[in-house]
């Protein structure tokens, strides 16, 4: 134990910052010193509440006063099958905006039940918005509330662009989302120095993201939105806008994500030339060789990464073959196909240095057209519903 005790304290900081809240709590038992060390304000500008056991509240709250003034980062992780826990995120949330801290980033997430379904859901959302709209907030740099199983609406986006603008981040890649492009427009228009937004394809539009030129906007530098079928709005980016904002932002770089519920005409609507895109993952129902092929064909000199998920086929691979030759920049190919066991000894002598994965088991091939002929009947169902 000596030779811990003589550890300078700038040492001991430094190993003690990697801990979570728990083993912090733990290391202020060992001894005094520790105990002083642990309480630097430098350890406790980064707080994550990890709110999966209500009785840990009390103790989260103390330190949280304690170091109020230092804090600067929030995250909140509610673990959703107990209300108690939701009661307590609304009350970190009050304290926070009550205290008046200097937050700079501020991420929200759950895990369990849909928050939707709990009486406590508008509660929480009035925290969150009475949080956004406090002088807590006002230097805020970072937002992201992606891993929340609720929307979040225009209302709530529009506040936050217009009481934030030193925004560099925001992420509302929601499962469900309400947000339109209006509020998208109002978050360009706002946050000159925003970089980084992930959000829905529906919630983008030619004249949202028009106004990207419009206002000078340059700081932009990644774009990633998932589509996600069903009753979301197709609306069509057009080529010709996509080339506009590749001059304008040289440096923005795209990144699609399609999941099942994704159809051909999805696809083929939403993959227009021009675009700068760095990652695409492609999770289709149906072969895609011809979807393959519009990749190749439009973005072979900026795709980074791809992942493929659909119906294997010899067409497929000759496509995906095709699609490495030709893409000068590929780095990561992840393909959940059952194609032949030579492809990827192919691919990697076009390039070698190139990260690929293959799945070539015929149980993964049977086993994903048995996932996929149920949610072709789902689709059908749906169509006939007049979903598509």
């Not at 009475?130 to 805020?140: C, F, G, P």
């Not at 959000?199 to 530098?221: I, K, Q, W, Y």
């Amino acid at each position: 134990m000596a030779q811990w005790l003589n550890l300078p304290e700038h040492v001991l900081l430094h190993a003690f910052s990697y801990l979570d809240f728990t083993d912090k709590m733990a290391v202020m038992l060992v001894c005094k010193y520790w105990n002083f060390c642990i309480q630097s304000p430098l350890l406790w500008k980064h707080f994550s509440f990890e709110l999966t056991r209500p009785e840990r509240l009390e103790a989260h709250i103390k330190f949280l006063k304690q170091s109020i003034e230092y804090i600067t980062s929030v995250n909140i992780h509610i673990v959703t099958e107990l209300d108690a826990n939701i009661e307590n995120a609304c009350l970190v949330m009050a304290e926070l905006a009550i205290n008046k801290c200097n937050l700079e980033s501020f991420t929200l997430r759950c895990s369990g039940a849909n928050i939707v379904w709990s009486p406590l859901f508008s509660k929480i959302l009035c925290s969150l918005d009475n949080l956004l709209s406090s002088e807590s907030t006002s230097k805020l740099k970072h937002f992201s509330c992606s891993e929340m199983k609720f929307p979040i609406g225009d209302g709530m986006l529009s506040k936050l662009a217009r009481n934030h603008g030193e925004l560099e981040t925001v992420h509302i890649q929601t499962p469900s989302t309400s947000v339109t492009p209006s509020s998208v427009k109002i978050l360009f228009q706002s946050c000159p120095k925003l970089m980084k937004l992930c959000a829905s394809f529906t919630s983008m539009s030619e004249d949202a993201l028009a106004t990207l030129v419009e206002v000078n906007h340059r700081s932009l530098r990644k774009l990633s939105l998932t589509f996600g079928g069903g009753r979301g709005i197709r609306r069509r980016v057009s080529s010709s806008l996509w080339q506009r904002l590749a001059e304008h932002l040289p440096h923005l770089r795209v990144y699609l994500y399609f999941n099942f519920l994704s159809t051909r005409s999805d696809i083929e609507s939403i993959l227009q030339a021009g675009i700068p895109l760095a990652e695409l993952t492609l999770n289709v129902l149906f072969e895609a060789h011809k979807e393959v092929s519009r990749i190749e064909a439009n973005y072979s000199r900026t795709l980074k990464k791809f992942t493929i998920t659909a119906p294997s086929s010899p067409e497929l691979e000759t496509a995906l073959l095709s699609l490495v030759e030709k893409s000068k920049n590929i780095e990561n190919l992840t393909c959940f196909c059952n194609l032949n066991p030579t492809f990827k000894e192919a691919a990697l002598k076009m390039k070698p240095d190139l990260k690929c994965f293959v799945c070539v088991t015929e149980e993964f091939d049977q086993n994903f057209m048995h996932v996929m002929t149920g949610r072709t009947a789902n689709l059908e169902k749906l169509k006939e519903l007049g979903y598509f």
